[in-house]
Every structure is written in structure tokens, then in C-alpha cells.
């Protein structure tokens, strides 16, 4: 029996030894990151949405962490290769990602993607955009009723664009058709900013996209806003009315922009990361930027943005089985 204490308190403090030996190294680490410039993976090409966001908030989250917080452009396949490169890279928070929903909840119910929304650690949101559809100032559409008119008049004629197969844009027309009893051709491009220069360039008819990046062609005249899809006017565009309004309230895009990263990485560091960029969330002059190019400033817990995102892939999920979308 003597020999039983022994080994029991022999091994519980060997336990208690090892638990505050990890507890100490993940108080030194913490302690002493960053020690070198972090990585934010955006899974776009340079130009676009979740590009303009990121470069915002690196810029200020590097001077209050004292490190360079370099943007890492991986784009291609909707999204899914950035995510995948911030899925297996080392959780040791040098590596985190600046993603939209499409590759978390559209691409995964699309193909057989390397990774799993599990798979990712999630520290907070940072913005919410919502989408306008919007057309070239060329087209001689005026509003969304004529948009609805024509595309009844002329089904499959009339194109719109997105960055992919299942993405934001492709998931919003998808709805727009099917609330509208319309048929439009799908035209996609590598990223948003080719989508969207495809757009100005008169390649295409029609997009459905996130307001940061065509809010300055809209104010130029170069595009024509016909409507938000969100279920209220946004102070940026007071005279645009919603899809709501013009009897399509089942037309409702908003995209969330969050940080994530490799699933695992130490908790006082996960911490670190996520104070950061709240703080420079909240920053009265980020709110006001934010406002200005078409964003709203959000954050959130870890936990509440995955229970977000899952939410979102049930029902991205459901849209694509309906509309029978496939990466083709």
C-alpha cells in the first residue's frame, strides 16, 4: 500500500511538474511573441474586399504588437488555397488569415476541400459588408425592375460575374435568380478585383458584390447601384433602396470578415492576436475608414464567429443542392 502512495504521488507530481513546465512555456511564448514579422494570409488577389481589409488593420495591429504584419496574397480555387496554406501552417501565431465566408461555408459544400471548418482556429470578426447589385453605367439598365424585365425578356443572355464557383457573388445571384424567376450566365474570375474590372469593362451585365469595392465607381458614375441586398439602406448609399424594398426580401447577402488561424496555437498568444485586432477595430479612426469605403466595423468571441460560420455552411449548403451549383 506504501508503495502504491509512493508511485500515485510519484506520478502526480511528475503530471503537475509537466503541466506547469507547458504552462511556463506557453507563458514564455507568449512572453516573447512576436519575435518576428507575422504573416496574414488573404485568399484573394491583391485589389479587392478582403485585400482593403486586410492592409488596414495589418498596418495598425503591426505598430501595437511591434512587428511588421505582412499580407500574404495566396489566391485561387474560391479561397480554398489561402485557407488551406493558414490550415497547415504552424500554430505558433506567426501565421493567421484574413477570410471571407466562401471558403469556410461555400467551397467545403462544393468540392472535397483539404481542410475542415475544424480545422481552423477562429479569433474574431472585423467587418460586415453588404453586398449591392450593380451594373456598367453602359448598360441602360436603371433599375432593378428593369434589370428583372430584361433578364425575363432575354433568359441566359444577360451575364454576371463572381470570383468563383460558390463564392459570395455566385451564392447572391444564385438567390437573386431564384427570388426573381430569372436565368443569368455565370462568368467567373480569379478574385473579386478581376470580377469586378471584368464588370467596368463591360465583359459582364450584372454583379452582386460586396459594397467596399465598388462604392468609389458608384459615387464616380462608372457603376450603377440598383440595390443593397440587407435588410436596411446603408449610410454610405441613402438613396439606393434594398432588395426588400423592391419586393425581393428573400435577397439578402452580407459578408462577414474574420481572422483565423492554425487550429492549436497557444492560448496567451491566441489572446495576443485577437486583443489586437479588436482594438484596432474599435479604433474610432478605423470605424470611420471602415464607414467610408463600404464597411462595418464587427467583432466578436472565437467561439460565437464559428458558431456563425457554421451556421453559414447549413445554409450555403442548402442554396447550392438547390440550384444544383458545382465547380464547372
Do not use: C
Request: charged share 15%; glycine share 10%.
Amino acid at each position: 500500500m506504501a508503495h502504491s502512495r509512493r508511485f500515485y504521488s510519484t506520478a502526480l507530481a511528475l503530471t503537475l511538474t509537466l503541466a506547469g513546465g507547458l504552462f511556463s512555456t506557453n507563458a514564455v511564448q507568449a512572453q516573447e511573441w512576436p519575435a518576428r514579422p507575422i504573416k496574414l494570409i488573404v485568399p484573394y488577389a491583391a485589389g479587392g474586399p478582403t485585400d482593403a481589409i486586410a492592409r488596414l488593420l495589418a498596418t495598425k495591429v503591426g505598430a501595437a504588437l511591434g512587428q511588421p504584419v505582412v499580407v500574404d496574397n495566396r489566391a485561387g480555387a474560391g479561397g480554398t488555397i489561402g485557407v488551406d496554406a493558414t490550415a497547415k501552417a504552424p500554430a505558433d501565431g506567426y501565421t493567421l488569415a484574413l477570410v471571407a465566408p466562401g471558403p469556410l461555408a461555400g467551397m467545403p459544400n462544393l468540392m472535397k476541400a483539404p481542410y475542415a471548418l475544424g480545422d481552423l482556429q477562429y479569433l474574431t470578426l472585423v467587418a460586415k459588408i453588404p453586398s449591392v447589385v450593380v451594373v456598367n453605367k453602359k448598360s441602360g439598365i436603371d433599375s432593378l425592375e428593369a434589370l428583372v424585365k430584361k433578364a425575363k425578356a432575354e433568359p441566359g443572355k444577360l451575364s454576371y460575374s463572381s470570383a468563383g464557383p460558390g463564392t459570395t457573388p455566385h451564392i447572391g445571384m444564385e438567390i437573386f435568380d431564384d427570388q426573381a424567376g430569372v436565368s443569368m450566365l455565370h462568368v467567373t474570375y480569379k478574385g473579386a478585383a478581376p470580377a469586378i474590372t471584368g464588370l467596368l469593362g463591360g465583359e459582364v451585365d450584372v454583379a452582386m458584390v460586396d459594397m467596399l469595392p465598388v462604392l468609389a465607381h458608384i459615387n464616380s458614375g462608372s457603376l450603377k447601384a440598383l440595390a443593397v441586398a440587407a435588410t436596411a439602406r446603408v449610410p454610405q448609399l441613402p438613396d439606393v433602396p434594398t432588395t426588400a424594398e423592391k419586393g425581393l426580401p428573400g435577397v439578402l447577402m452580407e459578408t462577414t470578415y474574420g481572422i483565423v488561424a492554425p487550429k492549436g496555437i497557444p492560448a496567451p498568444i491566441a489572446t495576443k492576436v485577437r486583443e489586437a485586432f479588436v482594438a484596432a477595430v474599435e479604433a474610432p479612426e478605423t470605424k470611420q475608414q471602415f464607414l467610408q469605403q463600404g464597411a462595418l466595423p464587427v467583432t466578436s468571441t472565437g467561439a460565437a464567429y464559428q458558431q456563425l460560420m457554421q451556421a453559414e455552411s447549413d445554409k450555403w449548403k442548402s442554396i447550392i443542392v438547390k440550384a444544383k451549383i458545382t465547380m464547372q
